[in-house]
């Protein structure tokens, strides 16, 4: 059997039904082997598209998201994808074509040292040199990037390695000796941890994205019910506990709710699980969580102890410890709401006095966080939400309530601008049925919004409601607090009209610019089932709050 | 509990790792992404042809040493990590040293390498190359008593370590 083909079949024994990607000269062998249509390959028109389609599907999905690409400017294209899922820890396989053995080094036609670009970029990388180690590789890739902490792997395949013909046998499993996840954590350690929330008085749950990696969301509830603990969730947590129930905060950190981050100042004790105390949740360290112990759950040994000190690490898979942590509470037998009584009143006095607010004038302009709350009404709350990078996306974490794990798909670590629209195509493939809406920002939708082509060549109704403020409004925002209004570079005067755009494409456009005109547009769009492009025209000068400045802290937070 | 201790220590890690192209990138490209310092670092087969060892010296904070040791476990290609600065240990570093030889430092020469167990592998007219194996304090000394005689060269293998007694990685 030729490479390409064993590479075809591998994929087949892994499960993997659609491939992300873009042709090229080294990739060729592989693509032809697809020709016969055993896997769906969706063509992308970038390669950045193909690696955030694939984001998309695994966020939406759990299951590896698969890139093919070919060498060289295909393999850089996908650099930045791959950053932000090893950023995100999400699972991806992404397969890059490199130039044929003979030739690496000789700085041939698109030849790229992607191994060695893309090092500190992915979980683990591969170059296949011999045909006879390509089954064995993509059984690895796929084992590391969704075992453990999940992450990006690359496997790059040189053009003669495609050609060149070898048995296929599929191992039955991988045997790596430098790599075991610790799974199961540490039952003392749990026991302990499960005495310090017995003895805690003021604890708070900040759970992040490694709840929803682990399909841990129903032991996160059961721990913040049994136990009467206020839950707050990271940007990447969202969904992980259900945004509308009565021990929810509301997201923590730099644009989270005051109750959130009231609570964490005033916890004596702060369970951190499957949550990295990234800078935008902490601030500035010397003045977070002061009065507080940590408890810390996480499978990434590294992330524990990196930026806070933490009183009791737990190293595990977060599911697994938190049901082992259930067990040893319910044996406790403890009055739980009546201790907490107090705690969860001063809670709820924070979430009544501090709610998220705004005020929509019937005929004003229109203000992004009421087209936030208006999308969530018109979909229910049911809908699959990605969100680009800026304004929108925190008003969208924070106005559209998600009660599912893998309901919010955002670019949290890296940032990246131009992640939704892709990763909405991704989830879309993976679930034909869902609504999907990136929430995008202008300034965001125009990095991506090539893909537009990929929607509507493969039918996938995906909706795109461009928040559109004419600028790069986080970046203007902070211009506007810090930089004495002097707005460099962030305004975006010229603009396509998106409608025209979406219509040029293929996609359906709408617009509006009025509050009563909002959810005629949304209904509209949701109901057409064909991908549209929403131009929302926006206040420009409206900002995100609260807001706490980068490392800052509590004491610093903005209200209005 | 972990203490975090803010004093900057010198701490010697052996690592293990699969004898694989590229891994030593991995591992350098990872201290300089993490902004983490390599003091030294010395790499070789061992006797098992499929593992290399790498005996890095690294300074920072408990808590970069901490994260030094933590994100080379991460690395699939690392077999196995040991701080071998928590134990007993014994380290070593070869230095081969090419020093001028007037007639009048000649004797000198010799009778350092004779007092720090040195041996002179080459000689010419003009230069002696001195070969020393010791500690790191030993091969600072012999590099200091040779500096007034005028060093014209020198090269280090970096430290190599390995705990004492029964104990194996």
């Not at chain 1, 079949?9 to 039904?17: A, D, I, N, R």
Request: with cysteine.
């Amino acid at each position: 059997m030729k490479g390409a083909d064993i590479l075809v079949e591998s994929l087949l024994k892994e499960g993997v039904e659609t491939i992300f990607g873009h042709p090229g000269g080294a990739i060729l062998p592989i693509n032809d082997a697809l020709y016969s249509g055993k896997i769906r390959h969706i063509l992308t028109r970038h390669e950045q598209g193909a690696v955030h389609m694939a984001e998309g599907f695994a966020r939406a999905t759990g299951r590896p998201g698969v890139v093919l690409v070919t060498s060289g400017p295909g393999g850089t294209n996908v650099v930045t994808g791959l950053t932000n899922a090893l950023m995100d820890s999400t699972p991806i396989v992404v397969i890059t074509g490199q130039v044929p053995t003979a030739v690496i080094g000789n700085d041939a036609f698109q030849e790229a040292d992607i191994v060695g670009i893309t090092r500190s970029c992915t979980k683990h990388n591969y170059l296949v040199r011999d045909v006879k180690d390509l089954a064995r590789t993509i059984k690895e890739a796929f084992y590391i990037a969704s075992t453990g902490r999940p992450g990006p792997v690359l496997v790059d395949i040189p053009k003669d390695v495609s050609t060149a013909s070898y048995e296929f046998a599929y191992p039955e499993s991988v045997n790596l000796r430098g790599y075991k996840p610790t799974i199961a954590g540490h039952a003392g350690q749990i026991r302990r941890a499960a005495e310090m929330i017995a003895a805690a008085q003021r604890p708070v749950l900040y759970a992040g994205g490694g709840v929803i990696h682990s399909g841990a969301a129903a032991e996160l509830r059961q721990l913040g019910e049994l136990t009467a603990t206020p839950v707050t969730n990271t940007l990447m947590g969202l969904g992980g506990f259900p945004g509308v129930h009565e021990l929810w905060l509301g997201m923590l950190g730099m644009h989270g709710t005051v109750a959130a981050n009231t609570a964490m100042d005033a916890a004596d004790l702060v369970i951190a699980i499957g949550a990295r105390f990234d800078d935008r949740v902490t601030g500035n360290l010397e003045e977070f969580c002061v009065g507080a112990k940590f408890i810390h759950i996480d499978i990434d040994p590294s992330s524990i102890g990196k930026n806070v000190r933490v009183d009791l690490p737990i190293v595990g898979d977060v599911k697994h410890c938190l049901r082992r942590l259930l067990e040893e509470l319910r044996a406790m037998d403890k009055d739980w709401q009546g201790e907490h009584q107090a705690w969860l009143a001063q809670v709820e006095e924070w979430k009544t006095k501090y709610p998220l607010q705004y005020t929509q004038e019937p005929d004003g302009e229109l203000l992004p966080q009421f087209v936030c709350t208006q999308i969530y009404e018109a979909t229910h709350g049911n809908a699959i939400i990605t969100t680009e990078v800026g304004q929108h996306q925190m008003w969208a974490a924070q106005f559209y309530h998600c009660t599912q794990p893998r309901q919010f798909v955002t670019s949290g670590g890296l940032g990246t601008m131009g992640f939704g629209f892709p990763a909405a195509i991704g989830a879309q493939v993976a679930l034909p049925d869902a609504v999907v809406i990136d929430i995008a920002g202008d300034g965001s939708f125009q990095m991506t919004l090539q893909e537009l082509a990929t929607a509507v060549q493969y039918d996938l109704p995906v909706i795109v409601a461009i928040l559109n403020n004419h600028s790069l409004g986080m970046v203007r925002q902070w211009q506007q607090f810090f930089y004495d209004g002097r707005y460099a570079d962030t305004s975006l005067e010229v603009s396509p009209d998106y409608v025209k755009l979406a219509e040029a494409y293929g996609a359906v456009g709408l617009r509006a610019t009025r509050a009563h005109e909002v959810r005629p547009v949304l209904e509209e769009a949701i109901r057409v089932r064909r991908p549209v492009v929403i131009d929302f025209v926006v206040k420009m000068m409206e900002n995100v709050f609260p807001m706490i400045p980068s490392g800052g802290s509590i004491k610093d937070m903005l209200l209005a | 509990m972990l203490s975090y201790n803010d004093a900057v220590r010198r701490h010697t890690f052996a690592v293990l790792v699969e004898n694989k192209f590229g891994v030593l990138g991995r591992i350098t490209g990872l201290f300089s992404a993490r902004g983490f310092n390599i003091e030294s670092l010395s790499v070789a087969e061992t006797e098992d042809p499929t593992v290399s060892r790498i005996t890095l010296v690294t300074e920072g904070d408990a808590k970069v040493l901490e994260q030094v040791h933590k994100q080379l476990n991460k690395l699939i290609d690392v077999i196995k990590v040991t701080d071998l600065s928590e134990e007993s240990h014994v380290d070593r570093e070869l230095v081969l040293i090419k020093v001028n030889t007037e007639a009048e430092t000649r004797a000198e020469v010799l009778r350092i390498a004779d007092i720090f167990r040195g041996k002179i592998v080459d000689v010419t007219p003009k230069t002696y190359i001195l070969e020393v194996t010791g500690d790191e304090g030993k091969i600072q000394a012999v590099i200091d008593l040779l500096k007034p005689l005028g060093i014209k060269e020198l090269v280090r293998t970096g430290k190599i370590a390995i705990a004492r007694g029964q104990r194996m990685l």
